[in-house]
Nanobody, 113 residues
């Protein structure tokens, strides 16, 4: 059974940082292309960043230079380092296996003073 479990969300002040983690089990992690998505209230889910099995990365324009996606195949985990957060980054962040229908439960990120 494939499972994705996100963690690391929370409340942070504008300009602050958070690191999200997504632990994957039940599949061969090192072969997977992984992505982080987010969904704000009343909005559609949108791609934030993705990383291939070969560690190539792509970012949405609205996070370029602020967010970094990375992976640790030994720990079967993908990370999203988020810096210079602002209120517009407030959303539920989801981990996703790009080649399938698997999603994590999401972790809430709230940026507020």
């Amino acid at each position: 059974q494939v499972r994705l479990v996100e963690s690391g969300g929370g409340l942070v002040q504008p300009g602050g940082s958070l690191r999200l983690s997504c632990a994957v089990s039940g599949t061969i992690f090192r072969t997977l292309d992984m992505g982080w998505y987010r969904q704000a209230p009343g909005e559609q889910r949108e791609l934030v960043a993705r990383i291939t099995s070969g560690r190539s990365t792509n970012y949405a324009d609205f996070v370029k230079g602020r967010f970094t996606i990375s992976r640790d195949n030994a720990k079967r985990t993908v990370y999203l380092q988020m810096n210079s957060l602002n209120a517009e980054d407030t959303a539920v962040y989801y981990c996703h296996i790009m080649s399938g229908a698997y999603w994590g439960q999401g972790t809430q990120v709230t940026v507020s003073s």
